[in-house]
């Protein structure tokens, strides 16, 4: 049984990670619920200054976690570590056991060495799933490290994100629907999700970072089931646009995306990201909203707050 620590307004909190979709959004609940003592870290050049930009009051530090350096230093006195690196899409194994795996050995010794009392661990829904894929494995190595560390901990699981700050998956998606006449669907469409709403998932870290779940590991699954193809029409519906929705056979889709990953090494939606969406998966529905005593967004609502919020829907991050 972990002791709880008295988390208050000043206590410093470190998250590494910071400048991706669940970062940013995190920053801006943090800030907006009182805290002040915040710690940022990430490498993405372009994206951690953004994130300097918009909360000149935090320190923000660009660095590799992968690698040694001063971003060590700041994990000292630390109450709680927020863990968020992740390496989520990729033609190559090596860049995953790189910003899942060795980030992770780094941040763990360095937060031994300073006592941190508690780490909440951002993992993924793939770890219940039957994708068998670069992320999948790495993560779930990275999920280990974190349970063998002996580090206080919970684990969040969280199924599909969406929210402001998304530059890949539906971000990317409704970007590219605003630009293109024609939008293709892969087959018929009808892959059913839960996505959840990053602003829900902002506050229930907040939660589990007072709540302190000794050793925890929760699955965080969207409320409510829609198919891949509603989605799409629901983004379209809501940015009112008149791009013409087209179904296009696997095969092909498959086959673009494999042309485009030629001249882009990064690129935005991979062939494994498209296995992955075919397959028919449910994930565990748990009444998070209870355990963790937070308000849930509708679908319909947490749609129009993404891509019509005159603050953050227009700001988008670089892959």
Not at 6 to 35: C, D, R
Not at 49 to 73: F, M, N, R, S, Y
Not at 167 to 175: A, M, N, P, T
């Amino acid at each position: 049984m972990n002791d709880i620590i008295n988390m208050n307004k000043e206590s410093k909190i470190v998250i590494p990670g910071a400048a991706g979709l669940v970062g940013q959004n995190l920053i801006v609940f943090l800030l907006k619920a009182g805290y002040k003592n915040l710690v940022a870290i990430d490498k993405h050049k372009h994206n951690t200054k953004l994130l300097a930009d918009l909360h000149p009051q935090i320190t923000v530090i660009e660095a590799d976690l992968a690698d040694e350096g001063e971003w060590q230093e700041s994990l000292k006195d630390s109450s709680m570590i927020i863990m968020l690196q992740a390496q989520i899409g990729g033609l190559t194994i090596e860049p995953f056991i790189r910003n899942n795996i060795t980030s992770t050995e780094n941040v763990l010794k360095v937060a031994k060495q300073y006592n941190t009392p508690y780490i909440v661990h951002i993992s993924s829904s793939v770890l219940e799933s039957e994708a068998d894929d670069f992320y999948t494995q790495t993560k779930e190595q990275q999920e280990n490290l974190i349970i063998n560390s002996g580090i206080a901990h919970c684990i969040l699981r969280p199924t599909l994100m969406f929210g402001w700050f998304d530059r890949k998956h539906l971000g990317w998606l409704s970007r590219f629907m605003a630009k293109v006449p024609v939008f293709p669907i892969p087959s018929h469409g009808r892959f059913m999700r839960q996505p959840l709403y990053v602003g829900d998932f902002c506050n229930i870290i907040i939660s589990a970072m007072h709540k302190q779940p000794d050793n925890k590991i929760y699955n965080i699954t969207g409320r409510e089931k829609i198919d891949y193809v509603d989605i799409i029409k629901a983004i379209k519906k809501t940015l009112s646009l008149r791009t013409w929705i087209m179904h296009i056979p696997y095969w092909f889709f498959w086959l673009l995306l494999k042309i485009y990953a030629i001249f882009d090494r990064d690129p935005p939606f991979t062939t494994s990201q498209l296995q992955a969406l075919i397959i028919h998966e449910e994930f565990e529905l748990i009444p998070w909203w209870d355990i963790f005593e937070i308000e849930s967004t509708p679908l319909d609502r947490a749609l129009e707050e993404t891509y019509l919020d005159e603050t953050y829907s227009k700001i988008i991050l670089e892959f």
